[in-house]
């Protein structure tokens, strides 16, 4: 479990803030973020946008329909 839990600690200890770009994910077909995993382990999960090479568009509001 340890060797599970501890990429988790290490991005919370070194202060990485995850942004999560679900439009792109979707397009790339990269899968779904695991939203509840990062924010039960505390890490800190911001909300963006990829470049228009895997997003057909720049909205935050398109990015906020779709995401978690």
Same mark, same amino acid.
């Given at each position: +479990?340890?060797?599970v839990l501890r990429p988790?600690?290490?991005a919370k200890e070194k202060g990485v803030i995850i942004v999560?770009? !679900?439009v792109s994910n979707l397009k790339l077909n990269s899968g779904q973020m !695991?939203?509840?995993?990062?924010?039960?382990?505390?890490l800190k999960?911001?909300?963006g946008t990829d470049s228009v090479s895997s997003?057909?568009? +720049?909205?935050?509001?398109?990015?906020?329909?779709r995401g978690n």
């Open positions: +479990l340890e060797s988790y600690r290490i999560h770009n !679900p !695991p939203l509840d995993r990062y924010l039960k382990e505390g999960v911001t909300l997003n057909n568009s +720049l909205s935050m509001i398109d990015e906020m329909k």
